[in-house]
């Protein structure tokens, strides 16, 4: 166990120094470029003045042709290269898709014609009163069993909706993370090319003017 005040051992710190400064790679290398373009600049290195703005832009330009290349492998359904989808898009004569300008669709339904229930006239009052006894008696049973199938139905468009909108919110929080990581996985990497094309140019510049 170790206390927040206590040193890491000395092989630890040095892995982690280590990984700090690969992992900044890009950006030492940015720096060291913007270094030598300022000797170059004032006159401290001459040597190959004339080859340094080519290799500058060379190696940016080949930088970022892998960067795009690679980008595309960062998300899993466009693994393939945008470049050759687009190639296998070329439009041909050759009809392969159908198309339908109108159609009619005509459809029947069976209607459930329920008897409706009826009672004697000259029946006695008693009879009378035991049939609507009997049809209240229904009709709370049949109210009953609506009243219950609501609350079925209710509390599964309830859970549903609970489910879709957990999904909703894992699907944003996937995307937020894919989006992030398409975006910062490979920022380095065009830092770097873009001062070595920038440091080029204006070594271009003021090389060739003087």
């Known amino acids: 166990m170790s206390l927040p005040n206590d040193k890491l051992p000395v092989k630890v710190y040095i892995n982690r120094i280590f990984d700090w400064f690969i992992n900044g790679i890009y950006y030492f290398l940015s720096l060291f470029v913007i270094i030598i373009t300022i000797l170059y600049l004032l006159g401290v290195i001459k040597i190959f003045s004339n080859y340094i703005p080519n290799i500058f832009s060379i190696i940016g ?18 693994k393939t290269n945008p470049f050759l989808v687009w190639l296998k898009k070329i439009p041909k004569r050759k009809i392969n898709d159908i198309f339908v300008e109108s159609c009619n ?36 049973r049949t109210q009953n069993d609506l009243l219950q199938k609501y609350d079925s139905i209710n509390s599964v468009i309830y859970s549903i909706k609970n489910e879709i909108e957990g999904k909703i919110e894992y699907i944003n929080s996937n995307n937020i993370n894919l989006f992030s990581n398409f975006i910062f996985s490979s920022y380095d990497k065009h830092i770097f090319a873009f ?13 060739k003017n003087n």
Not at 61 to 78: A, G, M, N
Not at 123 to 137: D, G, I, P, T, Y
Not at 202 to 207: A, T
């Open 61 to 78: 330009l080949i930088i970022l042709f892998f960067v795009f290349v690679f980008d595309t492998k960062i998300i899993p359904e466009k």
């Open 195 to 207: 001062i070595l094309n920038f440091c080029a140019l204006i070594l271009q510049i003021i090389l």
């Open 105 to 140: 669709i005509e459809f029947s339904a069976d209607i459930k014609v329920y008897p409706i229930v009826e009672h004697n006239e000259n029946a006695s009052l008693e009879s009378k009163v035991n049939f609507l006894l009997r049809q209240f008696k229904d009709l709370s």
